[in-house]
C-alpha cells in the first residue's frame, strides 16, 4: 500500500512539472509578441475616434492599447503639407515613446495621401506597412513609393469600393501595390466594415505589396 500511494505521489508530481513546463513557453510567446505602432490618419473633416471600431478589432487580433495611436488632425481640410508635417512630429512622438524604430499607418480618405506626402517628404525611413481605404493616393503620387531604408521597401494596401461615391475608384490604386476592390460599403461605412479590417489586418502583417 505504502508503495502504490509512493508510485502515485510521484506520478502526481510529474504531472504537475509537465504541466509547468509545458505552459511556459505559450505565457512566453505572449509576452514577446509585439507590432509595429499603428497610427491611423482620418480624412477631410474627420476625427481620430472614427476608427473605434477597426481598433478593437486590432485588439481582438493580438494588437495592445499601446501599438495604436490615432491622429487628430489640426487642419480638418485634409491639406497635405499641413497635415504632413504634423504626421512627421507625431510619429516621432510614437517611435520615442515605444522604443521603435517604424511605424504603420493605416490612412482613411484624405488620410492615404497625407501619409504618402509623409514618406516622400522625409518620411521613408520610419514606415513599414501602409493600408490605404477610400483615398485619392493619385492626388500625390500614381506609384507606391519604396521608401529610403535600402533593406525594406515599404509595403502598401490600397482598398477601395464600387460604392464610395466620395472618392472616385480610379484615384486610389497605386502601382506595384496590393490594390483590392471591394463593393457593399461605402465611403464612410468603410470605417465599420468586416472586410476591410480583415484587409487592415493582413496589410499590417506585412501583406502588402510593392513590386516597384
Known amino acids: 500500500m505504502k508503495k ?16 509547468a513546463v509545458t505552459m511556459q513557453p505559450s505565457s512566453s510567446k505572449a509576452q514577446t509578441t509585439s507590432h509595429d505602432p499603428v497610427i491611423f490618419i482620418h480624412g477631410a473633416g474627420g ?41 512627421a512630429s507625431y510619429v516621432d512622438e510614437v517611435l520615442k515613446k515605444t522604443g521603435k524604430s517604424k511605424v504603420d499607418i493605416v490612412g482613411h480618405s484624405m488620410g492615404g495621401p497625407n ?4 514618406i516622400l517628404n522625409g518620411g521613408g525611413s520610419k514606415v513599414n506597412d501602409v493600408v490605404t481605404f477610400g483615398s485619392p493616393n493619385k492626388m500625390v503620387t500614381s506609384k507606391a513609393p519604396v521608401g529610403t531604408d535600402p533593406t ?29 476592390q471591394i463593393s457593399g460599403a461605402d465611403h464612410l461605412s468603410m470605417l465599420m466594415n468586416s472586410k476591410v479590417n480583415e484587409l487592415i489586418k493582413e496589410g499590417l502583417n506585412g ?3 510593392n513590386s516597384n
Open 4 to 19: 502504490k500511494k509512493l508510485l502515485l505521489s510521484l506520478i502526481a508530481g510529474m504531472t504537475i512539472t509537465f504541466s
Open 152 to 180: 525594406h521597401k515599404i509595403l502598401y494596401t490600397s482598398i477601395y469600393s464600387t460604392n464610395d461615391y466620395v472618392v472616385n475608384n480610379w484615384l486610389s490604386p497605386l502601382q506595384g501595390a496590393k490594390n483590392v
Open 47 to 87: 476625427i481620430g475616434t472614427s476608427f473605434y471600431g477597426i481598433e478593437n478589432y486590432l485588439k481582438k487580433q493580438g494588437w495592445s492599447d499601446n501599438e495604436l495611436y490615432a491622429i487628430e488632425m489640426n487642419d480638418k481640410s485634409g491639406n497635405n503639407q499641413n497635415n504632413a508635417k504634423q504626421l
Open 115 to 118: 501619409a504618402l506626402t509623409y
Open 207 to 209: 501583406g502588402g505589396e
